[in-house]
Nanobody, 122 residues
Framework: QVQPVESGGGLVQPGGSLRLSCAAS????????MGWYRQVPGRQRELVAR???????QYTDSVKDRFTISRDHAKNTVYLQMNSLKPEDTAAYYC????????????????WGPGTQVTVSS
C-alpha cells in the first residue's frame, strides 16, 4: 500500500556531494519513521540515517558530520544530503518507510524502495 521511490543517486568524485530523495506514495494514514540504508554487494545492509516524525534523527557513526537527513512531512518525502563523500560510501542506497496504511490501526509496516546507486570514485 505504500511505495517509496528514491532518486538522486549517481557518480560523484571523492569530496563531492549528492542529495538523495525518497517520496512515499500510496494509501498512507501516517508515517512514523523514514530513513536510509545502504548495501554493498556481498555485505549486509546497514543503517545510514533515520528520522522520526517528531524530528529526532540518528546516524551511523561513519556518516556523522557529513550526512544530514531531513523530512518534508507534507510531501511524505525524506532527503539525505551527503557531503564530503568517500569511496567507502559507494553502495546501493535504499529508502525505508515505517508507516501505517490507511484502514489499519495499531500496526506499523516497513516499506522499502527499489534503491539508487551511489558511486564515489575518481
Amino acid at each position: 500500500q505504500v511505495q517509496p521511490v528514491e532518486s538522486g543517486g549517481g557518480l560523484v568524485q571523492p569530496g563531492g556531494s549528492l542529495r538523495l530523495s525518497c517520496a512515499a506514495s500510496g494509501s498512507i494514514d501516517s508515517i512514523n519513521v523514514m530513513g536510509w540504508y545502504r548495501q554493498v554487494p556481498g555485505r549486509q545492509r546497514e543503517l545510514v540515517a533515520r528520522i522520526i516524525s517528531g524530528g529526532n534523527t540518528q546516524y551511523t557513526d561513519s556518516v556523522k558530520d557529513r550526512f544530514t537527513i531531513s523530512r518534508d512531512h507534507a510531501k511524505n518525502t525524506v532527503y539525505l544530503q551527503m557531503n564530503s563523500l568517500k569511496p567507502e560510501d559507494t553502495a546501493a542506497y535504499y529508502c525505508y518507510v515505517e508507516a501505517r496504511p490507511r484502514g489499519v490501526t495499531m500496526t506499523w509496516y516497513r516499506y522499502w524502495g527499489p534503491g539508487t546507486q551511489v558511486t564515489v570514485s575518481s
